[in-house]
């Protein structure tokens, strides 16, 4: 699926810097964020009715500029 982060002005100190789109169907929300080792990335959460569980990724800077690497976890379900 194809995404794209459109900025948002923030409400509050916990709202997202980011609404993540695909086509005019809202499918998350990001926000900037910063590591323990004071590096810069973006933090994912993808929702949608089709998945099973929310999704929690991570988008980090390339060398490439505007470019990301994308890490992303799921939670365990209980079987």
Same mark, same amino acid.
């Given at each position: 699926?194809? $995404?794209?982060?459109?900025? !948002? ?17 809202? $499918? ?6 910063? #590591? ?7 933090? $994912?959460?993808?929702?949608?009715? #089709?998945?099973?569980?929310? !999704? ?7 060398? $490439? ?15």
């Amino acid at each position: 699926m194809k $995404v794209r982060l459109n900025p !948002i002005e923030r409400s509050s100190r916990d709202a997202p810097d980011f609404r993540i789109m695909s086509g005019m169907a809202e $499918v998350g929300a990001a926000w900037n964020a910063t #590591s323990g080792d004071e590096e810069p990335y973006i933090s $994912v959460k993808l929702d949608d009715p #089709s998945f099973n569980a929310p !999704i929690n990724a991570a988008l980090w800077p390339t060398a $490439v500029e505007g470019d990301y690497d994308l890490v992303w976890s799921r939670p365990k379900r209980d079987a």
